[in-house]
């Protein structure tokens, strides 16, 4: 939603660059992994998802890299484009049955 | 296929007034959610649904209450608003759990003076 970026990280990028976002998370147990992407003024909608019995899965133009021994997710986009500027939030389930989410990166994209 | 459906978009109620925030899915999703969002804390879950007829808490259910009327509405209620529950509220849905991922509302700003 609007200010929602406040007081974030920011990672700023040009147009066909690759971005690499990153995130931190808490559990141990947590076997299942999403990132979400929230436009302003909009809800968070979903990317990409990874379980812990994985360390990299693939969609279109987004990778998402998971290090279980470091407990590190990233977020991977290539060939950034201006649409893609928006706040990134990673989640995981920690074995219970809701997601918690991290305070989320914001993105902006150069032309 | 409009997803996940919550009303109204915009509020603002003073201090000690009470209101209810709608949400709706018809996506025949058995699990539904209620976040906030403030600058800088990302998305705190408020209560939860995991089936028709059951209702827990999450991390900050204090001052709200919740009600699932039936598998596609699922409510969030403020008896007395206080300023500290100005935020952005997501209403958000999922098959059963959390694999797969939520859908999630356009959310709702409320600001309590």
């Known amino acids: 939603g609007e200010n929602v970026g406040l007081h974030l990280p920011t990672l700023s990028v040009q147009e066909g660059d690759n971005s690499i976002i990153n995130c931190a998370y808490s559990n141990s147990a947590s076997d299942y992994f999403i990132w979400y992407k929230q436009e302003s003024g909009k809800g968070p909608q979903f990317i990409i998802d990874?379980?812990?019995?994985?360390d990299k899965r693939q969609g279109q133009r987004v990778t998402v890299l998971l290090n279980k021994t470091v407990k590190h997710l990233s977020l991977q986009i290539a060939a950034t484009q201006p649409g893609d500027s928006a706040v990134y939030f990673c989640a995981e389930n920690g074995g219970y049955s809701t997601l918690t989410f991290g305070k989320g990166t914001m993105l902006l994209v150069s032309p | 296929n409009a997803g996940v459906t919550q009303t109204p978009k915009f509020q603002v109620l003073k201090t000690g007034q009470s209101m209810t925030l709608q949400c709706a899915q018809d996506?025949?999703?058995?699990?539904m959610y209620w976040y906030r969002q403030d600058p800088g804390m990302g998305l705190r879950l408020i209560y939860y649904s995991a089936s028709e007829g059951t209702t827990d808490k999450g991390e900050v259910p204090n001052g709200y209450n919740v009600s699932r009327l039936n598998k596609r509405e699922f409510s969030l209620r403020l008896e007395s608003a206080a300023p500290s529950q100005t935020s952005v509220y997501f209403c958000?849905?999922?098959?059963?759990?959390?694999?797969?991922?939520?859908?999630f509302g356009s959310g709702t700003r409320l600001t309590v003076v």
């Open positions: 958000a849905s999922s098959e059963t759990g959390v694999k797969g991922g939520y859908t």
């Open positions: 990874i379980r812990s019995n994985m």
């Open positions: 996506m025949n999703h058995n699990s």
